[in-house]
Nanobody, 124 residues
Framework: QVHLVESGGGLVQAGGSLRLSCAAS????????MGWFRQAPGKEREFVAA????????VYADSVKGRATISRDNAENTVYLQMNSLKPEDTAVYYC?????????????????WGQGTPVTVSS
C-alpha cells in the first residue's frame, strides 16, 4: 500500500491560484497512474485530473480544463496540481490517488490508494 500526503490547500480569493502537492511513499511511484479528485460538501467525489506514469499524457475534467495542470516528479515521488483562475465552485477537499495500472481513468473506484486530502476554499 502506498502512503499519500497532500499539501498546499488553503483559502484563496476567486481568480487566484494554488499549487497542490502529493508526496508518495515507496519505490514504486513511477509505476502508478496518478489522479486528483475533489469532494465538495454534500457532493460525490469527482475527478479533476490524471497523469500517466511517465507524465507524457494527461486528462482533465471539463470543469477545470484550461485552468488546471497536473504534473509529476518521479525522482521526488510527488504529483502536483496547479490550479489557476480559481472559482468559488472549486471549493472542495482535494485528494490524490494512485491507480495500479498504465491506463488513465476518471472514476474514483478505479483508483487504489488515497491520501487524506487537503482543503481548498475559494472566496468570492
Amino acid at each position: 500500500q502506498v502512503h499519500l500526503v497532500e499539501s498546499g490547500g488553503g483559502l484563496v480569493q476567486a481568480g487566484g491560484s494554488l499549487r497542490l502537492s502529493c508526496a508518495a511513499s515507496g519505490r514504486t511511484f513511477s509505476t502508478y497512474v496518478m489522479g486528483w479528485f475533489r469532494q465538495a460538501p454534500g457532493k460525490e467525489r469527482e475527478f479533476v485530473a490524471a497523469i500517466t506514469r511517465s507524465g507524457g499524457n494527461t486528462v482533465y475534467a471539463d470543469s477545470v480544463k484550461g485552468r488546471a495542470t497536473i504534473s509529476r516528479d518521479n525522482a521526488e515521488n510527488t504529483v502536483y496540481l496547479q490550479m489557476n483562475s480559481l472559482k468559488p465552485e472549486d471549493t472542495a477537499v482535494y485528494y490524490c490517488a494512485t491507480r495500479h495500472s498504465s491506463v488513465l481513468r476518471d472514476t474514483p473506484y478505479q483508483y487504489d490508494d488515497w491520501g487524506q486530502g487537503t482543503p481548498v476554499t475559494v472566496s468570492s
